[in-house]
């Protein structure tokens, strides 16, 4: 959920970002054996890591 809540809000701050792997965490009850991967685009990353730092959701 951590990952989408911060997608979101690098999205309202105009950054584009999509989440991986969040509906494997589902799968066989493995909650939590799976990272969420939150992926920015290259050029964006340094003000997504910003952003998300200065609002606590690194």
Do not use: C, K, W
């Not at 989440?19 to 990353?45: C, H, K, Q, W």
């Amino acid at each position: 959920m951590a990952a989408e809540i911060a997608r979101g809000f690098l999205e309202s701050h105009g950054i584009g970002a999509v989440t991986f792997d969040g509906g494997m965490n589902i799968a066989d009850s493995a909650a939590f054996a799976i990272p969420v991967r939150l992926m920015v685009l290259d050029e964006d990353y340094d003000a997504a890591i910003t952003l998300l730092q200065d609002a606590d959701l690194q």
